[in-house]
């Protein structure tokens, strides 16, 4: 059984920083591409970020480029996500996805597997 689970999650003042990760189990991590979604309140859940099963390709939505960072260490079966200069329009539920997604999708019907997602909340 496929299993994500999301951490690392709070509140942050904006401006700060906060890393996720997500601990993988049931899959067989180091060939499943990884990505992060967001959903606020109200909202749709929008594409974050997303890496290959080597690190070695990655993808962002524009509104994250050059504040978010992903990546992966696939020895611990795990992803991150490095979000610095957080903003209040960045508070969301995160979740992290993985699948045998090439190339990189922003749809999240692409993805199969999902956490139960964490909660960032920045205040302004």
């Known amino acids: 059984q496929v299993h994500l689970v999301e951490s690392g999650g709070g509140l942050v003042q904006s401006g700060g920083s906060v890393r996720l990760s997500c601990v993988a189990s049931g899959l067989p991590f180091s060939i499943y591409s990884v990505a992060w979604f967001r959903q606020a309140p109200g909202k749709e859940r929008e594409f974050v970020a997303a890496i290959g099963w080597s690190g070695g390709t990655s993808r962002y939505a524009d509104s994250v480029k050059g504040r978010f960072t992903i990546s992966r260490d696939n020895a611990k079966n795990t992803g991150y996500l490095q979000m610095n200069s957080l903003q209040p329009e960045d508070t969301a539920v995160y979740y992290c996805?993985?699948?045998?997604?090439?190339?990189?999708?922003?749809?999240?019907?692409?993805?199969?597997?999902w956490g139960q997602g964490t909660q960032v909340t920045v205040s302004s």
């Open positions: 996805a993985a699948d045998r997604v090439y190339p990189l999708s922003v749809y999240r019907t692409s993805w199969d597997n």
